[in-house]
Structure formats: C-alpha cells, structure tokens
C-alpha cells in the first residue's frame, strides 16, 4: 500500500523532503486522557499492551489527536525476556519488575530463543490491526531493546540508577554475560524481522542504559550486538537511539543502520560531523516543553535550525513526560511542520 505521507521514510534514507518529518518517543501515552481511558478499561499497562485490539486503538491516538508523521506500535521493550522465559510485571510507580532473574549459566541456558510468531503474537496482530485502521496515512514504526539494555534488567531484575548487579556480571562473569547477550540478540532479531513482515515500515532499537557503560565497555558488551541486528535486518530502515552513549557517536557511524538518534547532551552540529553519512533523529530536550509556548517554539526553531531541514527527523532527546501538557506537545510538532513547510 503506496503511503500517503511517506516523508519519514523519505527522510530515514536520506532522501529528499518538503518539510522536516517528526514524532515523539513514548507520544501514546499517559500525555493523552483519551489513553488514559482505554488504560483504565484494560484495566493493567501488561493488558494493555497484549490486547491487540486496545494496544493498536492507544498507537494510532497520537496520529489523530497530535498529528505526528508516523505511529509507534504501542508495547514494551521487555516483552523480549518474557518471551524468552523471564516473565515481568508492571508495579504501578515502581516500573518493571521480574520476579526471576537470571544469575548463573543454568538460568542462562532455560532462556530460548523466542519465536515471535508464536510468543508475540499479540504484538504482531496489534501491528496487523494498526496497518489495517492507518491504512497508509502514515508509516508505522516498530522496536525493541537494546541486548544490553534488554541483559540490564534480566539481570538486575527491576529499573536502577546504577545498574551494579548487572555491571558485576559484565566484569566478574564477561563469557556468561556474552552469552546471554546474544540469546537476546537473536531473539531481537526474529522479533524485528516479525515486526518488518506484519508491516512496521521502520523499526527502532533503544538502548535505554547505554549511558551506564564506560565507552570501552560499551564497545565491549553493546555495540557488536547493535551492529548485528543492524546487519541482520535489511527488510526496512533501522534506527539506533543510544541515551547517553556521547563517546559512541562515530562508532555509530560506522554501523549498518539509516537513522541515529541523539538525546539533549549531544550536540547537533559536533554529532553531524561525526555521524556525516546518516539521518541524524532528536534532540529537544522533553523538559522544555514544560515551558511557555513562546518558550517552546524558540527551543524547537533553534534546534530546527542546527540541524537543517534535509537527513533529519525531529523528536525529542527522550520519552515524552507523562505529566507534559498535550497542548505543549502540539506546539512542540506544529512548529516543526510550519518551520520547514
């Protein structure tokens, strides 16, 4: 199906474009009431998320309500380790927990590698749905965690600011955590590949915790797993968001990916002369949209105006806020389309 408004993907391959594409990570979400009612009919953030029927109505909410330029499939990173045998549960303002965690090589040796025909197939019927109901207003973005990102709660078993229960494994155990970083690896893979099949038309890999690793760590435990998947799948355009990996970006350069996508503390124009070769994604900082609409509009031109209008697609450095007012928000996506029409 030819997409009505392709200047994401357009942009994702460096191509040419009318005005600078934009979306937001985490945009269907807790920002919009209308979320928050299918939320509270689900009943639970994991009914939600493994109800095609109610995950695809939340990923298509932001395109009507805020007018952004592509949806993102509405689900978890961490429905990845429950596939593979590691189950969460989502404590409401504690986050992710996993009653089990993964500590020495017998734990490491039960995880499988997932079959996501079979084992995320609600993600795929909610994709299925979403491309149905979109039918080809915009692109449809899918996504998974990063290995490391993904081995960081496995192992620690709930969100840190430290992550020190995984780190130790990295340095007492490095053969152990290499292993169990490439059984995530290859589920990643066939669950990104899924996602491609049932009809994402870009997909996003997020590693969340890249910013905990010293940089020749990050070479060591994240990196050769990102460039795998990155080689792994040629069926659509791939997008590495690594938050706090700075001391990463010109070996991001080098990976097989179309997008990279910087947070607030990386500089454009620095990251553009290290990252010449792709569509760079990012960077407004999601606390600036805590300020005045004035306020909003100045932050969003300047960025607009470091990075240019061509090999860029805009969004912020992070999620969104859940308490951001929707109409700063609007504001933020506005003047992205009015300053490059």
Known sequence: MKLQ?????????????????????????????????????????????????????????PVDILGVDAAIIFS??????????????????????????????????????????????????????????????????????????????????KGSKTFSTAKKMLYSEPKLAHTLLQKITDSTIAYLKAQAKHGADLVQIFDSWAGILSPDQYRKFSLPYIAQICDAIDEVPVTVFAKGAFFARKDMAKLNCDVVGLDWNMDIKESRRMIPNKTLQGNLDP????????????????????????????????????DTDPMKVKCFIDTVKSYSA
């Open 287 to 322: 606390c600036v949209l805590y300020g005045s609409f004035k306020e909003i509009e100045k932050e969003t031109k300047k960025m607009l105006k470091a990075f240019g209008t061509q090999k860029y697609i805009a969004n912020l450095g992070h999620g969104v806020y859940p």
């Open 5 to 61: 408004n392709d200047l994401l993907l357009r942009a994702a391959k460096g191509e040419h474009v009318e005005r600078v594409p934009v979306w937001m990570m985490r945009q269907a979400g807790r920002i919009l009431s209308e979320y928050r009612a299918v939320r509270e009919k689900a009943g639970s953030f994991i009914k939600l998320a493994t109800t095609p029927e109610l995950a695809a109505e939340v990923t298509i909410q």
């Open 76 to 157: 978890d990173i961490l429905v990845v380790p429950e596939a593979m045998g590691l189950p969460y549960e989502m404590v409401e303002a504690k986050g992710p927990i996993f009653p089990k965690v993964i500590k020495n090589k017998k734990d490491v040796e039960a995880l499988k590698i997932s079959e996501p025909e079979e084992d995320l197939a609600y993600v795929l019927d909610a994709i299925d749905i979403v491309k149905k109901e979109l039918n080809g207003r915009v692109p449809l973005l899918g996504f998974a965690g990063a290995p490391f990102t993904i081995f960081c709660y496995m192992v620690e078993g």
